[in-house]
């Protein structure tokens, strides 16, 4: 299937410091990406939706300011935590999606595990 | 938004047995997969099933969908160890490839 790599997998930080996490799409063009994000032993909840070359469309209650996502080619979506406090530790998970049928499914990266200190 | 709801929340099995967990959701659907996650890694994608389709395989996998009832199925037969993880649902209902995920079902499979 294909390979949708993050990085970095784990990243600790202080508080009020930017922290940036890439999602590559390895073997495919990503029409879409997706950013979620997972507390422990919950769900993932979509925080935002971003297409190649266009403004990321972010769920109700995600402050876009906080959240910033960038879909700068086909194979890459960074999501920049800025300012990140420690209600912002969480695990964070991409997903991208091709074009057309093979676009139902989507590719999921490994998450990147965020601490604010 | 979440519009799934899984059961059991949890599951423990010996392994060799089989294990059923199921979903249902609220609104119509374009499609229902299920994905695996062990725990503290990415998601697995196992299974898509269309809403015109009723029943479908993948290796020891079989998935259920009861657009009726709103409602799928996930089946695991004669479970391994390396089964052992959560598992989830997740709704694509609109135009723009979202999916919605339940809550997910945690398996132990015991050696």
């Known amino acids: 299937g294909a390979v949708v790599s993050q990085h970095p997998s784990w990243v600790i930080c202080k508080s009020g410091t930017s922290v940036k996490i890439e999602c590559r799409s390895l073997?495919?063009?990503?029409?879409?990406m997706f950013w979620y994000r997972q507390f422990p032993k919950q769900s993932l909840m979509l925080m935002a939706t971003s297409n190649e070359g266009s403004k990321a469309t972010y769920e109700q209650g995600v402050e876009k300011d906080k959240f910033l996502i960038n879909h700068a080619s086909l194979t890459l979506s960074t999501l920049t935590v800025t300012s990140a406090h420690p209600e912002d530790s969480s695990f964070y998970i991409c997903?991208?999606?091709?074009?057309?049928?093979?676009?139902?499914?989507?590719?999921f990266g490994p998450g990147t595990r965020l601490l604010v200190l | 938004s979440q519009q799934g709801e899984e059961d059991p929340q949890a599951l423990s099995i010996q392994e060799g047995e089989n294990a059923t967990m199921n979903c249902s959701y609220k609104t119509s659907i374009n499609n229902l997969q299920w994905y695996r996650q062990n725990s503290g890694r990415g998601l697995v994608h196992l299974i898509l099933?269309?809403?015109?389709?009723r029943e479908k395989h993948s290796g020891r996998l079989r998935v259920t969908l009861d657009t009726s009832k709103k409602s799928s199925s996930l089946l695991i037969t004669a479970s391994r160890a390396a089964d052992t993880a959560s598992y989830f649902c997740?709704?694509?209902?609109?135009?723009?490839?979202?999916?919605?995920f339940g809550a997910g079902t945690t398996v132990t499979v015991r050696a």
């Open positions: 997740a709704t694509d209902a609109g135009w723009d490839y979202k999916l919605s």
């Open positions: 073997d495919f063009q990503a029409t879409t």
């Open positions: 099933i269309r809403s015109n389709e």
């Open positions: 997903s991208a999606r091709g074009s057309g049928r093979a676009g139902e499914t989507q590719y």
